[in-house]
């Protein structure tokens, strides 16, 4: 018998090298996907709560394998962060949301589009450049909303610089998954953003009798006050939307409307 703490630091170190031979053969692979330009956009409709109308999309990158079936992004996107590969990943997802809801976008000034991006995306000039060539197919800055977790603005340094630019030249920015981060509710109103997007999992909480309930009216409210726009993320139940719409949430995406969808079904979906 071995003592418990070699075994378990056997154990132990056999599961890193586990983990990071296979993080080294993900990351070869997204090397594959991304040069074979393996990544397209699903569309999940956002929904104006007070009139139910549908006023635009959150894109959602999908790896699409040669059988048709696509990997979600929750398997792949951390490893991306780590690598870096993130940045050619939103380039292309960038690309994709131009050339599917460029003319949609530009018929109807009323609806907008979600993208979603990474800390290690709010650097340098590239990516400002590739979303000023949106503009060149006619969608306009204002329709064009940058999804930034609370991990984005953990620092005052070039991310926030990135932001200030982007917010400068028209885009609107939404801090992602509020509530789920490191910041609190004091350091919100000095953050330079537009709109406050509540996680899924304080939607989840809206209406039931459990403590952390009392954290979604807390965040609505703080929001209200600080003139944010407000998205509710995971609306999966009528009664949701009628707690969400009472208390003055503008925006809401969700099961209880539709699941993310390829652009052609998206188009058809916000024209009814
Ligand atoms: P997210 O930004 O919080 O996006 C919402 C996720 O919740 C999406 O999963 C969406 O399909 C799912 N969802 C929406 N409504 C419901 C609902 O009513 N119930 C439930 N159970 N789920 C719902 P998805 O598409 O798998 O994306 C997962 C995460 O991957 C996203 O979370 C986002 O953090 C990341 N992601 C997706 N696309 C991109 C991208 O282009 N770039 C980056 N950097 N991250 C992305
Ligand atoms: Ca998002
Ligand atoms: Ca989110
Ligand atoms: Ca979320």
Not at 26 to 49: D, K, M, T, W
Not at 164 to 175: E, F, L, N, P, S
Request: net charge negative.
């Amino acid at each position: 018998l071995l003592p418990i703490g070699v075994a378990m630091g056997g154990f132990m170190a056999a599961g890193v090298v586990w983990l990071s031979r296979r993080r080294l053969s993900l990351s070869g692979e997204l090397a594959i996907a991304i040069r074979n330009r393996e990544f397209c956009v699903h569309y999940q409709p956002l929904i104006e709560l007070r009139t139910g109308r549908c006023v635009g999309a959150e894109a959602l990158v999908r790896w699409q394998l040669a059988d048709g079936s696509y990997v979600k992004p929750d398997l792949f996107i951390p490893v991306a962060e780590e690598t870096g590969q993130i940045v050619q990943i939103t380039e292309q997802v960038i690309a994709a949301v131009g050339r599917d809801l460029g003319a949609a976008l530009a018929a109807d000034r009323t609806l907008h589009v979600a993208i979603n991006l990474s800390a290690r995306d709010l650097e340098g000039e590239r990516l400002l450049g590739l979303l000023d060539d949106l503009t060149r197919r006619g969608i306009e800055p204002r329709q064009v909303w940058l999804e930034v977790t609370e991990r984005g603005f953990v620092d005052d340094g070039a991310p926030r610089a990135w932001l200030d630019k982007a917010r400068a030249a028209g885009y609107v920015v939404a801090i992602d998954d509020f509530g789920t981060g490191y910041s609190s509710l004091s350091y919100l109103q000095k953050l330079p953003i537009d709109a406050l997007k509540i996680d899924k999992s304080f939607v989840d909480t809206v209406g039931l009798e459990t403590v952390t309930a009392c954290v979604a009216p807390h965040i609505i409210e703080l929001a209200k006050e600080l003139r944010f726009m407000i998205v509710a993320e995971g609306v999966e139940t009528q009664a949701q939307a009628d707690y969400l719409l009472a208390h003055g949430v503008h925006y809401a995406q969700g099961w209880l409307y539709a699941k993310a969808m390829p652009v052609e079904e998206f188009l058809v979906f916000a024209n009814t």
